[in-house]
């Protein structure tokens, strides 16, 4: 089974850009779909968005436009790309892995990454 590890997440100003990336140990990401969710202080963990094993991304709609989620060609990386970051998404971010295309549930996650936006 798959192991994630995330990495990336610091102290940035508000309208920086940031890369997270997940990484897997354990099997590589070529079958499984990745997710990424975010957690901020006293609230319930939200899906960010995910791309598919066969690789379609999407997203949730406030960061439409702003952040990317892309597989790297090794299969062993999927990254998150933060643009025109906002205090509002700041959050540990976590990855999470599963094999149905598109996962109600995600059997996998990682241990997640702390993402400060200062205004």
């Known amino acids: 089974q798959v192991q994630l590890v995330e990495s990336g997440g610091r102290l940035v100003q508000t309208g920086d850009s940031l890369r997270l990336s997940c990484a897997a140990s354990?099997?590589?990401?070529?079958?499984?779909?990745v997710g990424w969710f975010r957690q901020a202080p006293g609230k319930e963990r939200d899906f960010v968005g995910a791309?598919?094993?066969?690789?379609?991304?999407y997203y949730r709609d406030s960061v439409k436009g702003r952040f990317t989620i892309s597989r790297d060609n090794d299969e062993i990386t999927v990254t998150l790309q933060m643009n025109s970051l906002k205090p509002e998404d700041t959050a540990v971010y976590f990855c999470?892995?599963?094999?149905?295309?598109?996962?109600?549930?995600?059997?996998?996650w990682g241990q997640g990454t702390q993402v400060t936006v200062s205004s």
């Open positions: 999470a892995a599963d094999r149905t295309l598109v996962p109600l549930e995600y059997e996998f």
């Open positions: 354990g099997d590589t990401f070529t079958s499984y779909t």
């Open positions: 791309v598919t094993w066969n690789d379609k991304a």
